[in-house]
């Protein structure tokens, strides 16, 4: 059973930093795709930010320049430097995956339980 743990969440003051895990365990043959996303109340997910099996990322406008996302494929595992935070970045942060079982399956998507990030003076 594949399972995404996230951790790093918590409360900050505007322009402070968080930093995201999200490490994926069980069995499985591959990942391919990792990113992170996110639901503030009332509205729907979004994306934040993804990262390629070779690095290549993709960001959403309103993170550009402050957020920073990387990943340890040895580890299984992404991460989402936050910086300059604001209060529009209070949400829960979800993990996602693109993980293959075996090489006779395509990659599915898998996600995380969420975290909560608060971002309030």
């Known amino acids: 059973q594949v399972q995404l743990v996230e951790s790093g969440g918590g409360l900050v003051q505007p322009g402070g930093s968080l930093r995201l895990s999200c490490a994926a365990s069980g069995s499985f043959f591959s990942i391919n795709a990792m990113g992170w996303y996110r639901q503030a109340p009332g509205k729907e997910r979004e994306l934040v930010a993804t990262?390629?099996?070779?690095?290549?990322?993709n960001y959403a406008d309103s993170v550009k320049g402050r957020f920073t996302i990387s990943r340890d494929n040895a580890k299984n595992t992404v991460y989402l430097q936050m910086n300059s935070l604001k209060p529009e970045d209070t949400a829960v942060y979800y993990c996602n995956a693109d993980i293959r079982l075996s090489n006779i399956y395509y990659y599915t998507g898998y996600w995380g339980q969420g975290t909560q990030v608060t971002v309030s003076s």
């Open positions: 990262i390629a099996f070779g690095g290549n990322t």
